[in-house]
């Protein structure tokens, strides 16, 4: 099972920027795809970006142009740069991994944002 740590949340006015850090301690594995999700209270988790091991990103359509993911070369540390956050972004979020072929089970603490002004 692959642990991992979200880092990096706090309060924002709106309209700012806000970067979230995700890795692991486990440098025996080389994770195929990272992504984040977010859940917004009273709402389900969504998958907002993910990255895969060839750089090649994804991302939900509400965030497109505004959220930047981005990789550290060789290594399971992903970062989601997020621009121009509005207050209905307030959320959780998570940082999770996928195989080829389906996403990971665990879940990690998370990581809030809030959006306020």
């Known amino acids: 099972q692959v642990h991992l740590v979200e880092s990096g949340g706090g309060l924002v006015q709106p309209g700012e920027s806000l970067t979230l850090s995700c890795t692991t301690a486990?440098?025996?594995?080389?994770?195929?795809?990272m992504g984040w999700y977010r859940q917004a209270p009273g709402k389900e988790r969504e998958l907002v970006a993910s990255?895969?091991?060839?750089?090649?990103?994804e991302f939900a359509d509400s965030v497109k142009g505004r959220f930047i993911i981005s990789r550290e070369s060789n290594t399971n540390t992903v970062s989601l740069q997020r621009n121009n956050l509005k207050p209905e972004e307030t959320a959780v979020y998570y940082c999770?991994?996928?195989?080829?072929?389906?996403?990971?089970?665990?879940w990690g603490k998370g990581t809030q944002v809030t959006v306020s002004s």
């Open positions: 999770k991994g996928r195989s080829p072929t389906k996403w990971y089970d665990n």
């Open positions: 486990r440098t025996d594995i080389r994770i195929w795809a």
């Open positions: 990255i895969d091991i060839a750089g090649t990103t």
